[in-house]
């Protein structure tokens, strides 16, 4: 795994055109429509109960991102997390640039007080680290 050189940070908004052709490359029943997404970039950028953090990689420039979110819950005793979104480029896969972004989601988790971090997922549980998701006390 090589993450020399990456760098994850939060998403800003002008990395909205960035971001797009990687939102497109989910396998969903669902179809991307750019007016849709610049409107929900737009909004989530500046909230404070969601995550949204972008890898940089030298060569590459922005090779990924993700999207997680927190909520209350009434059995946790605090709040939960989600990652809703993880998506790295392929040229730039199985390098450590999702393991990254899970770290961070992990950490801003931690700093929110979430219970747990989970990654909702409806394909690539094989492309997970061992370790990635969990409890996070």
Do not use: K
Not at 32 to 58: C, I, K, Y
Not at 102 to 112: D, L, T
């Amino acid at each position: 795994m090589r993450d020399a050189g990456i760098h994850v940070r939060p998403a800003r908004l002008d990395d909205r055109d960035l971001i797009w052709p990687l939102t497109q490359q989910f396998a969903t029943s669902f179809d991307p429509e750019r007016s849709a997404f610049d409107s929900a970039f737009a909004t989530l950028v500046g909230r404070t109960d969601t995550f949204m953090a972008v890898a940089e990689v030298p060569t590459a420039g922005i090779a990924g991102y993700t999207l997680a979110s927190s909520h209350l819950t009434l059995f946790a005793n605090s709040p939960v997390a989600w990652v809703e979104e993880l998506m790295v480029s392929p040229g730039e896969r199985r390098v450590g640039v999702g393991a990254l972004l899970m770290r961070a989601a992990e950490q801003w988790a931690q700093e929110q007080g979430a219970a747990y971090l989970a990654l909702a997922t409806r394909r690539g549980a094989d492309c997970l680290a061992p370790g990635s998701v969990g409890a996070l006390n």
